[in-house]
């Protein structure tokens, strides 16, 4: 069969953002690769950030480009391929994967397929522009369908889940049963290179990698796209699925530290708790952590206790502000109560915890910061090892997105933690710091010996939160003539 070409983009930043976008390997067309493969297709990756990682251009006069260029993606695009697929996986990377498009367009004629959680809600952005086809939802039995399609000379139009310039999609596309997906083809990417960065969404300390058990999400998280995307359904790898691929993970890549990307993980406890136990049961010695927000409804003690015995050594908890009001706006409830419980269990537990929290709303007050500000230092109390504070910025097509309609940038760079875009940006900026500084100063007077810690784990690289991430990435980008992205720099 034809070769098929599939291109990941590369990140995209503002200069020296620390709270910019995190590296990880690109699991989507990882997925997509290794079912197209059952069905006897030749597939070539191109990851543009994986590739090089330390390549770093200016991009569009505010922003860094880290990866591969346009010139770069097109020198390796094959003149043979049947069809070329990109991967918009977020707002930030959609105008260059336009650009890209048709820069492919012109110099192959041959056709350009988009999909991606960006394009799913947003696929007019590219239909306009006269891409050919783009996927919605999940894309790996669609974009089988229509390749087959093309060969048979048909013209794409009419296959459920694909829109063309000009019409929407006729039906959802059909999905695959999550256990007759094979494994991610990792073998098509430059992992090596992942871990020379010494970044990623989550902690680690060897060689990590990503991993999803479960598509969609059961709850409606307003400022979120996910409970549109997968039409509020949740759906999941068996648990000896799920164990098979640590497994693999484990004894075929090396992989040391697994980070569960899923939208919620425990949405099934039962499933949850049966998979860390199996973990144990099978002396899989891997590090799991779940730097995604665990809702604390489907968290107990219990749960907790099984989750450390098989493993899970980081978990982040999501309240997103201390002011009910602002949760209520997110849809986002929380039981405060139970929410501290747990984070004290997670300490007991020797889980490192990671709290998160977004300000900004548009009507969020002074007395809402404060509430949240409470909530930060109870949390630092009561032992939390890390926090993370992101100023709101729209996912476009989420519910809280529309009050930002007409002011977020049309072709939406700049839509990230850092929106700069924003009128308001400066405050909100000055609000974070604050929020950090009192997290710090608390850290100092309550968890002196932490202090220690984070510090030894950054001068390893061998990070335990987020935050020491953060900070290793900041030393580097600011050490005098260093022009690399990340703290490792070539050929160490």
């Known amino acids: 069969m034809g070769l098929i070409q599939i291109v990941s983009p590369p990140l995209i930043a503002y200069d020296r953002d620390i709270f910019g976008m995190i590296p990880s390997p690109p699991i989507g067309i990882a997925s997509i690769a290794a079912y197209m493969r059952q069905y006897g297709f030749v597939v070539n990756l191109i990851d543009a950030f994986g590739i090089n990682p330390f390549q770093t251009k200016k991009y569009q006069d505010k922003f860094v480009l880290i990866g591969l260029d346009i010139e770069d993606i097109l020198e390796r695009i094959d003149m043979e391929a049947e069809i070329i697929g990109i991967s918009v996986h977020s707002s930030m990377v959609a105008k260059f994967c336009i650009d890209l498009a048709l820069a492919v367009k012109a110099k192959t004629n041959k056709p350009v397929v988009v999909g991606g959680p960006h394009i799913s809600l947003n696929y007019r952005q590219f239909n306009m522009e006269g891409i050919d086809f ?4 999940e894309g790996e039995r669609t974009l089988v369908q229509l390749v087959e399609t093309l060969r048979n000379g048909g013209d794409g139009k009419g296959i459920g889940g694909v829109a ?26 430059p992992l090596e290179n992942y871990w020379r960065t010494r970044m990623n969404h989550s902690p680690f300390k060897g060689k990590f990698i990503p991993m999803i058990t479960s598509r969609g999400c059961p709850f409606k998280c307003s ?5 549109l995307t997968s039409r509020g359904k949740w759906r999941a790898f068996s648990e000896d699925r799920v164990v098979k691929e640590i497994k693999e993970l484990h004894t075929v890549y090396g992989v040391e530290d697994i980070a569960i990307q899923d939208d919620n993980f425990s949405a099934n406890p039962g499933r949850a708790i049966r998979i860390c136990q199996m973990i144990k049961e099978q002396g899989i010695r891997v590090r799991l952590s779940l730097p995604s ?3 604390t409804e489907t968290l107990t003690p219990h749960t907790l206790d099984v989750f450390r015995q098989g493993g899970v050594s980081y978990l982040s908890l999501s309240p997103e502000s201390g ?16 929410f501290y419980e747990l984070q004290k269990h997670c300490r007991e537990l020797n889980i490192r915890t990671g709290i998160c929290f977004i300000i900004g709303n548009p009507k969020e007050t002074m007395k809402d910061i ?38 977020f940038p049309k072709d939406f760079l700049g839509l990230c933690w850092t ?29 002196p010996l932490s202090i220690w810690r984070h510090i030894r784990n950054i001068l390893r690289r061998e990070y335990e939160t987020k935050g020491e991430m953060g900070i290793g990435r900041l030393i580097a980008n600011h050490v005098p003539g260093n022009k690399k992205a990340w703290p490792v720099k070539p050929g160490e």
């Open 164 to 189: 063309t310039p000009g019409t929407t999609p006729v039906q959802e596309g059909e999905v695959v049963e999550m256990d007759a997906l094979p494994l991610p083809a990792w073998d098509l990417l």
């Open 293 to 295: 927000g665990v809702r």
């Open 323 to 338: 002011s009910k009001k602002i949760r209520r706006l997110m849809n986002k409830p929380l039981n405060e109560k139970k």
């Open 223 to 227: 400022f979120c796209t996910t409970p």
């Open 370 to 407: 404060l509430l949240t500000s409470k909530m930060i230092a109870r949390t630092i109390l009561n032992g939390a090892d890390d926090i993370s504070v992101f100023i709101f910025s729209p996912l476009p097509g989420a519910p809280m997105a529309r009050e930002f309609e007409e002011k």
């Open 419 to 447: 929106p700069k875009w924003r009128k308001d940006y400066p405050k909100w900026a000055i609000i974070r710091n604050l929020l950090y500084l009192e997290y710090l100063v608390l850290k100092i007077i309550f968890q």
């Open 134 to 137: 783009a996927v919605i939802g």
